[in-house]
Each structure stands twice: as structure tokens, then as C-alpha cells.
T-cell receptor, first 112, second 112 residues
Framework: DVKVTQSSRYLVKRTGEKVFLECVQDMDHENMFWYRQDPGLGLRLIYFSYDVKMKEKGDIPEGYSVSREKKERFSLILESASTNQTSMYLC???????????FGAGSRLTVL | DAKTTQPPSMDCAEGRAANLPCNHSTISGNEYVYWYRQIHSQGPQYIIH???NNETNEMASLIITEDRKSSTLILPHATLRDTAVYYC?????????????FGKGTTLSVSS
């Protein structure tokens, strides 16, 4: 089974802190994604990467950056966390162009 | 992606069939219908997809109308563990370099 592992299930950070959310997949998938999910808003795409060192902005990239130095790892970075970034963050991966995504369990971030 | 319309919520009694509708009246000839679900506090999970023929797997059945403008996901014997948000997405089979967009889905509540 494809596995997508998000490093932290729950995090609590302070305003202004730099936050790293790590995601690792073990099936050699080319494409990886970061979404955030908030009540009433559904899943919103932050960034995605279709290959190593490639990245594309999604619908809500402001306040975030990403890093894809290795194929299996896709990191989401909050340079200076703010309270409006309190959310559930979901990482996903897929084979290039395929529409079957495999998601991680999610990382629930609280910014105080 | 072609737009889909789903009811915001549905109820189902345990053991009965759950029929979740999705309207996709602007679907193009090369676009498939995909279904995902998200159980509370977990990442979304792929269920099934189809082009024009009905499809069945161990999780569900997918019925697509002849004109392909709508579809129904059927959970034949719903259990409490099927309580989740169900997402319907239409998209070409292979579209590298772009991401799936999730709408707000249908919240299915299964009760005993």
C-alpha cells in the first residue's frame, strides 16, 4: 500500500515562529500536494509539486512556501506563523497525471 | 475542472443503501467521475471512478447516467463507519502538472 506520512499529527506554535510540516511518501510518486482544510471551506490547495525541485502555487499560497529536494519528501514552510494559519494540513501524493491521490493522516496546527 | 454539484448533507439508516448524487452537467467527453470520502480527523480516501459504464468495487458502486450529466455513488449496506464527507470530482484521466480540486462535498450521517 502507498503510504503518505506526515511528521506531526498535532502541533502548537506561537505567532511569528517558523513552522515546518514534513511529508514523506514511499511509492516513488512524482506529484505531491499540500492542502489545508477549514470548517465550511472544504479542502483548499496551497502548493503542489509535479517533480523534484518543481513547485506550483495553488489557490492560497500566501504566507507559505514549499521545498521538494528529494522525490519522496515535500515540506510546507510557514515563515512566520499567524493565527489565521491555524488549520488542518493535508499532504497527498500521486503518480504523474493520475487522479488517484493518497493522503496522509493530516497535521493539525494551532498558532497561538 | 468541470463543476460538480452535491447536496450538502444526507442521512441514512444503518444497513440501508446510501445513494449519494452528483450533478456534473458540463462534463466533457474525456472527463472521468471520481469519488473520495473523508472520515472525521483523517485524510480523504479514494473510493471509485468511472467514465461512462457503471463500476463496482469492494467499497461502492458508481452509476453514471447515459448522458453522463449526473452520477450516483451507492454504498449498498451503510454502516456507522461510513459516516463521512463524500466528494465528487470530474477530471480528465491524465492531466499532469495540475491538481485535483475538492469542493465541499456531501456530509453523510449514518445512524442506528
Amino acid at each position: 500500500d502507498v503510504k503518505v506520512t506526515q511528521s506531526s499529527r498535532y502541533l502548537v506554535k506561537r505567532t511569528g515562529e517558523k513552522v515546518f510540516l514534513e511529508c514523506v511518501q514511499d511509492m516513488d510518486h512524482e506529484n505531491m500536494f499540500w492542502y489545508r482544510q477549514d470548517p465550511g471551506l472544504g479542502l483548499r490547495l496551497i502548493y503542489f509539486s509535479y517533480d523534484v525541485k518543481m513547485k506550483e502555487k495553488g489557490d492560497i499560497p500566501e504566507g507559505y512556501s514549499v521545498s521538494r529536494e528529494k522525490k519522496e519528501r515535500f515540506s510546507l514552510i510557514l515563515e512566520s506563523a499567524s493565527t489565521n494559519q491555524t488549520s488542518m494540513y493535508l499532504c497527498a501524493s500521486r503518480l504523474s497525471g493520475a487522479n488517484v491521490l493518497t493522503f496522509g493522516a493530516g497535521s493539525r496546527l494551532t498558532v497561538l | 475542472d468541470a463543476k460538480t454539484t452535491q447536496p450538502p448533507s444526507m442521512d441514512c439508516a444503518e444497513g440501508r443503501a446510501a445513494n449519494l448524487p452528483c450533478n456534473h452537467s458540463t462534463i466533457s467527453g474525456n472527463e472521468y467521475v471520481y469519488w473520495y470520502r473523508q472520515i472525521h480527523s483523517q485524510g480523504p480516501q479514494y473510493i471509485i471512478h468511472g467514465l461512462k459504464n457503471n463500476e463496482t468495487n469492494e467499497m461502492a458502486s458508481l452509476i453514471i447516467t447515459e448522458d453522463r450529466k449526473s452520477s450516483t455513488l451507492i454504498l449498498p449496506h451503510a454502516t456507522l463507519r461510513d459516516t463521512a464527507v463524500y466528494y465528487c470530482i470530474v477530471r480528465p484521466a491524465n492531466q499532469a502538472g495540475t491538481a485535483l480540486i475538492f469542493g465541499k462535498g456531501t456530509t453523510l450521517s449514518v445512524s442506528s
